[in-house]
Structures are given as C-alpha cells and as structure tokens.
C-alpha cells in the first residue's frame, strides 16, 4: 500500500498540490504536516513512520518535504529500508525499490543540503552587510534601558511587587525575570 506524506512551512501555504498528486499516484492513506522540514519534531511524519508496515511504500511530493538535512533524510530512508518499505518522491523521480532510485536519492540529497547552507550563507552575509550599515536585525527590546533600571532598583528595594513592577511597565513576569539575569 502507498501511504502519502505532505508538508508545508507556513499558515500561507496549502496542501492542494501535494495532495493531488499524492493521490493521483495511488495514495491509501495520507499524513500532513505545517512545520518547517528543519524541525525534528513533525507530528503527520512521526504517524505516518507508526503506521506504515513491511512491503508498503512511502510516497512523498518532492524530497525537500521529507527535510532539509542529508543526515536526517538517509535516517529516514534507511530506516524505511531496514523495515522493507519503499520510498517515492515523486517530483525528483526516485523510487528506492531500482538500483538507480537509490543513487539518484543519495544524490537529490546531497544538494537539498547544499542548498540549504547556501541560503544560510547568503543570510548571513546579508545580515552582516546591514549589520555595518547600522542596522539591528531581530526583536525590538521590550523596555528602555532606563525604563529597566528603575524597575530594577524598585525590585532590589522591595519596595513593590514584580507583579506591580510588570504591569506598570507592560511586560510579562519572565520578560522582566530575563532582563535580570541579563543585566
């Protein structure tokens, strides 16, 4: 039996195209995920992995959705072999139950992981250029400097409540607890 597994990473993504196609290659069964492939943690794929038994194939769109990382992806596909279950991506044309399916695998993953480091290099290489333009990447702080050390001195004095203190300066408790331990 083939069991399909569709993942997209973000709420703006749909399943439709993966799912068409999963179906169209015969697909009993079929396991999502809305996570990003760099996450371990992908609830559709870990049910899919239970489900799945000897002599079924796993069947996904294209390898990216599987994951992004070489390491993980031959974890997986071994896993899948040493149980007797086939793997089919069905964009990158590979089928692990031909000899060529199993190079060609190895190869397609070979450059996700590639591609991958690249996009990081180019981010941050793009984060340093702004960097030395004077601009600040990330989350705005939650509280001035000054707004801290005030609250602060009224922590270290007792003279009011950190639940006070947090609601007069509208932050949460562990936003004030973390710029403690940072300061």
């Not at 509280?143 to 639940?163: C, G, H, P, Q, R």
Request: hydrophobic share 35%.
């Amino acid at each position: 039996m083939k069991i399909g597994y569709a993942r997209v990473s973000t709420d703006d993504q749909n399943f439709d195209l993966q799912i068409d196609a999963l179906k169209k290659s015969g697909c009993k069964k079929i396991f999502k995920d809305k996570v990003s492939g760099s996450k371990s943690n992908r609830k559709g794929l870990e049910n899919a992995l239970k489900y799945i038994r000897s002599g079924d194939a796993l069947v996904i769109w294209k390898l990216d959705r599987l994951g992004r990382s070489l390491i993980d992806l031959i974890k997986i596909v071994n896993s899948l072999k040493e149980k007797n279950i086939e793997f089919v991506a069905l964009q990158d044309s590979i089928d692990t139950s031909t000899s060529s399916g199993k190079l060609f695998f190895h190869i397609s993953a070979a450059f996700a992981e590639y591609e991958k480091s690249i996009i990081q290099e180019r981010t941050k290489a793009g984060l340093k250029a702004a960097r030395s333009r004077g601009r600040k990447g990330g989350r705005p702080k939650a509280i001035t400097d000054e707004k801290f050390n005030f609250a602060k001195k009224l922590y270290d004095s007792n003279s009011d409540t950190v639940k006070n203190i947090c609601e007069s300066l509208g932050i949460k408790r562990r936003t004030f607890y973390k710029y403690l331990k940072d300061s």
